[in-house]
């Protein structure tokens, strides 16, 4: 079911860039600039995540591509080849004797409670697959809890009264071995702002709070956002390299309900990406 939806997904959404970007395109030659549009489509070299371990104990988003893709299939991933430089943050006792999915919920069943990092590891893997918003936990049979995308991941806090909470996930490099991977952190913090305006101001600053993490954006500078049927357009005041674009991506994907990103420069078009993309 979930391979269903995802392929019936892709095509939608596909389609659907296609014709905001040819008429973001039409638009722009009646304007007489000479705008050619390049289309980024789904990118099927993965189609899902595991969270891993780093040596800093921070979880890492590492993408993986299954042929039959499903939550049982994809926790089972835990128990295949994981790369050299990251480790698995499931205990060897915790045993997963149940795995159900209903709608846009799974049910996982373990024989003991998960530790933190466990719980956020298995939530936020499957948080992966496509239409995935609730997880809920049993153990020995019996209800433990439930989790969505609020329940925090490498959790960062950094709030100084009760008032104005604000929760954002932003995704950061990492490079280990020649490697680059994304770690996702979760911020608590008092601000008025909304969230993509942090995840901007996070992202292109030259501060970021563990020496091992970094933004490939740091500097950049961006003049506005704008959502057009539920595509947001960001645009540049220089251009930027595609791949220095993907934390941005990973971070606005999570943490709003656009379908589509579309990154610009002086009127052109530097990458377009959806969701299923990620």
């Not at 998960?114 to 893997?125: G, L, R």
Request: net charge positive; proline share 2%; charged share 25%.
């Amino acid at each position: 079911m979930i391979r269903k939806k995802a392929i019936s997904k892709i095509l939608l959404t596909t389609m659907f860039l296609f014709i905001i970007l040819f008429s973001y395109s039409i638009n722009k030659i009646n304007n007489k600039d000479n705008i050619k549009p390049t289309f980024d489509y789904v990118n099927m070299d993965t189609n899902a995540s595991l969270y891993l371990l780093d040596n800093n104990n921070l979880l890492v988003k590492y993408d993986i591509f299954l042929i039959d893709l499903n939550p049982k299939n994809l926790l089972d991933s835990y128990k295949n080849n994981l790369p050299n430089n990251l480790k698995s943050p499931l205990r060897n006792k915790l045993k997963f004797d149940k795995i159900k999915s209903k709608d846009n919920e799974i049910y996982v069943y373990l024989n003991i409670k998960p530790n933190i990092k466990e719980e956020e590891a298995i939530s936020y893997s499957l948080f992966s697959l496509e239409g995935i918003d609730k997880v809920n936990f049993y153990i020995n049979s019996s209800f433990y809890k439930s989790n969505n995308k609020n329940l925090g991941i490498n959790k960062d806090i950094l709030l100084n009264d009760k008032n104005n909470i604000k929760t954002v996930t932003v995704f950061y490099n990492e490079n280990i071995d020649d490697n680059s991977y994304f770690v996702p952190v979760t911020k608590y913090i008092n601000s008025s702002k909304n969230k993509i305006d942090i995840i901007i101001e996070e992202l292109t600053s030259n501060y970021i709070y563990e020496d091992n993490l970094a933004s490939t954006l740091a500097n950049a500078k961006i003049n506005n956002y704008r959502f057009d049927n539920n595509v947001l357009f960001v645009e540049f005041n220089s251009f930027v390299n595609k791949k220095d674009l993907d934390g941005l991506t990973n971070s606005l994907f999570f943490n709003t309900s656009t379908e589509s990103v579309i990154y610009t420069c002086k009127g052109k078009i530097i990458d377009s990406v959806n969701k299923l993309k990620k």
